[in-house]
């Protein structure tokens, strides 16, 4: 009973006890003395009196009516209020379609996963991201970037329940299939993939995007809706790696894998700061006179316990993470002071990421580094690979342009192994191709399909003026093969290794001092 005294209840009720016996007091004193007051006055006055309080109550009764009536209309509109902010915070403004925020906090999915009461719960998550929806936003503008979303998230609401399908932002969308069977999980990959896959008009235009997707189970790869969606992104993340229009399904090994790369990630970063990332130097030789016409710097990355990791795993880590303008102002500037050890007419020829050829800074950045290591644009030579020329080849035509007018010069690398066509070669002022190693290791004999192959690329840099650089000459069949077709530079293990900066000038010595001795041989013979 006490405790009923203490709650709230209880106060309010002692409380109003006591206010009414208080009224209750004042009010017996004012009715003795109202009762006397009033057998004072005539019949005609208690009448006015009485018609007074009656007209007086009835208006303060109509006023309380409007006044309820205005509060009711005033908690619906703030009702409606927070509904609206409600869905605003829970949906994609654009497509309509629910966003991360809802599918985190299980608002509208948890409800539908627990509907399904005849059957065991489960359910697939399917993690989906376009490819190449930036080409498509970069050809139609904004609008039909929009319109194209727009259409794509009707194509996959065709595809799952009410509320099951999400657009997570940009081009990344996520489809819970419920109930789908652990079997037709692949099947149903494919198809959203066909689906996506097929032409859609924007204005006058049709286009066309891809899609990865990337998919995981409920509940057998985790209890909770986000674990599982975290593990169809890895998957995703896995099938985008594969090419474009790839389904993959989670695996464990998958998650080992990007453990691994988010640990060496962290270690690149390190490195970087550390400034453990060096360059290497490959020699470029003139194939004429044998002499050492250049080096190509190339990235070596030495851990403290002595272990290397290779340049194809970290500078793709590099590119991925955004590391790769870091890494590249540091090895430039590295390069420049150690290529003033050596002659003058010896290039340095440095190699650029297909991502650095997006950024409309890249020459200023590099002009800036050479005139800070007092080295003359003449004896750079960049080299950039066929792939950089894919993502905007107006983009890259422009860099290509403005390197040139700086005075560095520009090398198609690894040719013959990308995507370019011969229209693309004619359109870039490139000073120097490199045939791809891959085309020297495989040459057997004369007349078969990789000579043939040999033999147009060399035709091609021929017709177009275009001096020729031969990667991966091993020996010395190689070496005369190439002589013969009348090559310019050459490149391989054959002429040296990539070596650090310390052992560049004994190499120019020892390499000066064979050619002379093989001068005075033949002179006497
Ligand atoms: P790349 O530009 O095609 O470099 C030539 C690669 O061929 C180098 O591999 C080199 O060591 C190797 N090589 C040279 N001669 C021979 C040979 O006779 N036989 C064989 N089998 N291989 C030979 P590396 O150093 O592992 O570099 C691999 C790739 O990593 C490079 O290919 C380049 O694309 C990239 N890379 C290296 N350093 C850098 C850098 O500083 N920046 C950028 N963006 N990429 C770099
Ligand atoms: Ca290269
Ligand atoms: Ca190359």
Request: glycine share 8%; proline share 3%; net charge negative.
């Amino acid at each position: 009973m006490p405790e009923f005294f203490e709650s709230r209840a209880g106060k309010q009720l002692l409380a109003l006890t006591a206010g009414a016996l208080v009224l209750w007091s004042v009010g017996y004193v004012w009715h003795l003395q109202i009762f006397s007051a009033f057998k004072t006055l005539s019949v005609d006055t208690i009448d006015a009196w009485v018609l007074s309080i009656f007209i007086f109550g009835l208006a303060s009764f109509v006023y309380s009516l409007l006044r309820i009536f205005d509060l009711r209309k005033e908690m619906h509109r703030q009702h409606q209020h927070a509904r609206r902010s409600h869905w605003i915070a829970t949906h994609d403004h654009l497509t309509g379609l629910p966003n991360r925020y809802a599918f985190e906090n299980f608002e509208i999915l948890q409800p539908l996963l627990n509907e399904d009461d005849d059957h065991q719960p489960m359910a697939t998550i399917f993690s989906i991201d376009l490819d190449g929806f930036k080409k498509v936003n970069d050809l139609v503008g904004h609008q039909g970037g929009d319109q194209l979303l727009r259409d794509v998230s009707k194509r996959l609401a065709a595809f799952a329940d009410e509320g099951c399908v999400f657009r997570f932002g940009g081009d990344e969308f996520i489809v819970v299939a419920r109930g789908l069977a652990p079997e037709k999980s692949g099947r149903f990959g494919n198809l959203i993939i066909h689906s996506l896959t097929r032409p859609i008009q924007v204005g006058v235009i049709w286009c066309q995007v891809g899609a990865s997707i990337g998919y995981a189970r409920w509940p057998e790869h985790g209890d909770l809706l986000q674990d599982v969606c975290h593990k169809s992104d890895i998957a995703l993340y896995e099938a985008k790696s594969k090419g474009a229009n790839t389904s993959l399904a989670f695996h464990e090994d998958m998650q080992q894998k990007v453990l691994a790369r988010a640990k060496l990630e962290g270690q690149l970063r390190d490195a970087i700061d550390a400034g453990r990332i060096k360059p290497f130097y490959q020699p470029l030789i003139d194939l004429r006179s044998g002499a050492v016409c250049g080096f190509e710097a190339l990235a070596r990355w030495t851990e403290e316990d002595g272990s290397n990791v290779s340049p194809l795993i970290f500078i793709t880590i590099a590119e991925e993470t955004g590391l790769i303008t870091t890494l590249f102002q540091q090895l430039l500037a590295t390069a420049c002071e150690d290529s003033k050890l050596w002659p003058e007419e010896i290039v340095l020829a440095f190699n650029l990421s297909p991502v650095q050829m997006e950024d409309r800074l890249l020459t200023s950045r590099i002009l800036e580094i050479l005139k800070t290591a007092g080295l003359p644009p003449a004896r750079l030579e960049v080299e950039i690979t066929e792939n950089a020329l894919i993502e905007d080849p107006e983009l890259a035509a422009s860099i290509i342009d403005d390197l040139h007018n700086a005075g560095i010069q520009v090398a198609l690398d690894d040719f013959g192994t990308g995507y370019s066509s011969l229209a693309q070669l004619a359109r870039y002022k490139f000073d120097k191709i490199k045939i791809d190693k891959s085309f020297v290791s495989s040459l057997r004999k004369k007349g078969d399909r990789h000579d043939k192959i040999v033999q147009a690329l060399l035709n091609l840099s021929k017709g177009l003026e275009i001096k020729t650089t031969v990667e991966g000459i091993e020996d010395n069949a190689q070496l005369a093969y190439f002589l013969q077709e009348g090559c310019d530079i050459g490149q391989g293990y054959l002429f040296g290794k990539a070596m650090p900066a310390s052992e560049t000038v004994s190499f120019l010595e020892s390499r000066d001092r064979m050619l002379h001795t093989s001068t005075i041989v033949s002179a006497h013979s």
